[in-house]
C-alpha cells in the first residue's frame, strides 16, 4: 500500500511564500508522477503543478512565475514552493503521486489535503 502524508499549510498573508511537502511511504519501487492539485468549494480540483517521468513538468498559468515544484525521487517525496501569494490562491492542496510498488503493481494516492488561506 502507499500513503502520502503532507506538511506545510496555514494562513500567510499576501505577497508571502509558503512551502508545500508530500512524502510517500509503503512498499514502493519510484514514484513516477508526482504533483499538486488545489480545491475551492464549488469548484473541481485543479492541477497546480506536476511532474511526470521524473522530468516533464507542467505548471497551471495561474501560479506560472509564482509556484515551483521539485521532487526527490530516491525519497519519494515532492514539494511545492509558492511565492507572490495571493487571495485567489487560497484552497485546499493536494498531494497526488503515481507509483509502481514491489510487486509490479501500480497506484495512485492521494494525500489528506492542507488548507492554504491567504489573507491579510
Known amino acids: 500500500q502507499v500513503q502520502l502524508v503532507e506538511s506545510g499549510g496555514g494562513l500567510v498573508q499576501p505577497g508571502g511564500s509558503m512551502r508545500l511537502s508530500c512524502a510517500a511511504s509503503?512498499?514502493?519501487?519510484?514514484?513516477?508522477?508526482v504533483g499538486w492539485y488545489r480545491q475551492v468549494p464549488g469548484r473541481s480540483r485543479e492541477l497546480v503543478a506536476r511532474?511526470?517521468?521524473?522530468?516533464?513538468?507542467t505548471v497551471a498559468d495561474s501560479v506560472k512565475g509564482r509556484f515551483s515544484i521539485s521532487g526527490d525521487n530516491a525519497k519519494n517525496t515532492v514539494a511545492l514552493q509558492m511565492n507572490s501569494l495571493i487571495p485567489e490562491d487560497t484552497g485546499v492542496y493536494y498531494c497526488?503521486?503515481?507509483?509502481?510498488?514491489?510487486?509490479?503493481?501500480?497506484?495512485?494516492?492521494w494525500g489528506q489535503g492542507t488548507q492554504v488561506t491567504v489573507s491579510s
Open positions: 497526488h503521486m503515481y507509483c509502481v510498488l514491489e510487486g509490479g503493481s501500480r497506484r495512485d494516492r
Open positions: 509503503g512498499s514502493i519501487v519510484g514514484c513516477f508522477t
Open positions: 511532474i511526470e517521468s521524473g522530468s516533464v513538468t
